[in-house]
């Protein structure tokens, strides 16, 4: 009986040893999420067949914007290493702009972007991560890739229009100026009948 009172002991002792602060500092095995996050029905526009010529020269914008769409309708680990290749692209995308591509508008739309991007990847490196504030960070995302497309299509309908303004104008004045040379040429005929 004694043998068993020292082992009823002991055990009571080892259980007695760890206090309840030791005992809620051990680390709980996490729930792993397996919710999507991300809309995968959202629409993003398309580049115009001009956009895409010149888009093509700009090597990061094809990936960046792959990954743009992808990144959608992911369980959170695989936004977490989307989101820190996105940052990384974007990062590359603002720096090396095209000239043809340079403008402020396109500028400023990249910028956003870019912030959407490292916010996104912020919150979903978050140790508690807000599931509602992730899935807005990802709707801006899309928001602002969208409207960087849009910006940069809306660039070359800006220049189509402006182009065929100065041809218009050219035409104008190259119609002027033949009606001005007929006009002359009806008066030199004049001149001649008259003298």
């Known amino acids: 009986m004694k043998p068993f009172i020292a082992v009823l002991l002991c055990c009571f002792l080892i259980s007695c040893r760890n206090s309840p602060e030791e005992i809620s500092a051990i680390p709980l095995p996490q729930k792993k999420d397996n919710s999507l996050y991300g809309n995968t029905h959202f629409i993003f526009p398309t580049l115009t067949e001009n956009a895409k010529a010149e888009v093509m ?89 969208s409207n960087l497309i849009n910006q940069i299509n809306e660039k070359f309908q800006k220049d189509a229009i402006d182009l065929q303004r100065i041809d218009n104008e050219k035409q104008e004045l190259e119609n002027q100026k033949q009606f001005l040379d007929s006009v002359y040429k009806e008066e030199l005929k004049d001149q001649k009948k008259n003298t």
């Open 57 to 145: 020269h700009w090597s990061v914008f094809e990936d960046f914007e792959t990954q743009a769409k992808l990144i959608n309708g992911n369980t959170i680990e695989t936004i977490k290493i989307k989101s820190s290749y996105l940052v990384t692209q974007i990062d590359s995308l603002v720096k090396k702009i095209p000239d043809t591509l340079n403008t402020k508008s396109i500028f400023s739309r990249a910028i956003v972007a870019k912030t959407r991007a490292h916010l996104l990847n912020q919150e979903v490196n978050k140790a508690h991560i807000d599931s509602v504030r992730l899935q807005e960070y990802l709707t801006e995302m899309n928001v602002s890739v």
